[in-house]
């Protein structure tokens, strides 16, 4: 069952005021309003490369997609370097991986409850064999049943130049790629669009981390989403 448990949260934009958290709220709405005419509720985000701030942005998505009312699940699918646990300060005891590795787990052992409307699931024990982990046929069972609980499942995946991203994306409705304005090229970009293509991964939009448009002004983020 879910697992109750009062966290200290660390990287998450508590402050509803400003330019990022207005940001986000921009992002949100640009996501609902396609994922009400696609039915879209299952979305991952990756990157281009790594370091370009994914994990962050999907854990603050999923915590603002929450404080619209909407029921919201965020999964740590990098198995390989995974992040989320640290964002919101959890144990990592129990997770995706122990449940993929070993079918007696309940389905939901690894779910802990951040408030009312957000609940993680954390990566769990960093496997051997990643890639072939999550090519068991039991992480879309999981997806689907969690669809019918949770309004949104957001999934937290490795750079798309790594075979865990491309295998997780073929159980998802869409894909948001993530990348730090000035370190990721057009090229890597316009590569990184075409790997997508190529595997018939539906981008349903960009989101450029670290966008700086004054001098003063803070860093915060800009979406371009397809609509």
Same mark, same amino acid.
């Given at each position: 069952?879910?697992?109750?448990?009062?966290?200290? /949260? =660390?990287? &998450?934009?508590? $402050?509803?005021?400003? *330019?990022? @958290?207005?940001?986000? %709220?921009?992002?949100?709405?640009?996501?609902?309003?396609?994922?009400?005419?696609?039915?879209?509720?299952?979305?991952?985000?990756?990157?281009?490369?790594?370091?370009?701030?994914?994990?962050?942005?999907?854990?603050?998505?999923?915590?603002?997609?929450?404080?619209?009312? /909407? =029921?919201? &699940?965020?999964? $740590?699918?990098?198995? *390989?370097? @995974?992040?989320?646990? %640290?964002?919101?300060?959890?144990?990592?005891?129990?997770?995706?991986?122990?449940?993929?590795?070993?079918?007696?787990?309940?389905?939901?052992?690894?779910?802990?409850?951040?408030?009312?409307?957000?609940?993680?699931?954390?990566?769990?024990?960093?496997?051997?064999?990643?890639?072939?982990? &999550?090519?068991?046929?039991?992480?879309?069972?999981?997806?689907?049943?969690?669809?019918?609980?949770?309004?949104?499942?957001?999934?937290?995946?490795?750079?798309?130049?790594?075979?865990?991203?491309?295998?997780?994306?073929?159980?998802?409705?869409?894909?948001?790629?993530?990348?730090?304005?000035?370190?990721?090229?057009?090229?890597?970009?316009?590569?990184?669009?075409?790997?997508?293509?190529?595997?018939?991964?539906?981008?349903?939009?960009?989101?450029?981390?670290?966008?700086?448009?004054?001098?003063?002004?803070?860093?915060?983020?800009?979406?371009?989403?397809?609509?």
């Amino acid at each position: 069952m879910v697992m109750k448990k009062q966290v200290k /949260k =660390r990287s &998450l934009i508590l $402050d509803e005021k400003g *330019r990022v @958290p207005e940001q986000f %709220r921009n992002i949100r709405a640009s996501i609902q309003y396609i994922a009400d005419k696609k039915k879209i509720k299952t979305i991952m985000a990756t990157s281009c490369r790594q370091g370009e701030g994914k994990s962050s942005m999907i854990a603050n998505l999923a915590m603002f997609m929450s404080k619209s009312g /909407k =029921r919201v &699940l965020l999964i $740590d699918g990098d198995l *390989r370097l @995974p992040t989320i646990h %640290r964002i919101f300060n959890l144990k990592n005891y129990v997770g995706l991986s122990d449940l993929l590795k070993d079918h007696q787990f309940d389905k939901y052992e690894g779910i802990q409850k951040i408030d009312d409307h957000l609940d993680v699931m954390t990566s769990g024990g960093s496997p051997y064999n990643p890639s072939e982990l &999550l090519s068991d046929s039991l992480l879309p069972e999981l997806l689907k049943e969690y669809e019918e609980i949770y309004d949104f499942i957001f999934i937290d995946a490795p750079p798309i130049g790594l075979s865990d991203s491309i295998i997780i994306a073929n159980y998802c409705d869409a894909t948001v790629l993530v990348l730090e304005n000035g370190k990721t090229t057009k090229t890597q970009l316009k590569e990184c669009i075409e790997k997508c293509k190529m595997q018939n991964i539906d981008v349903l939009g960009i989101i450029r981390n670290k966008v700086q448009r004054r001098r003063n002004d803070s860093n915060y983020y800009y979406n371009y989403v397809k609509r």
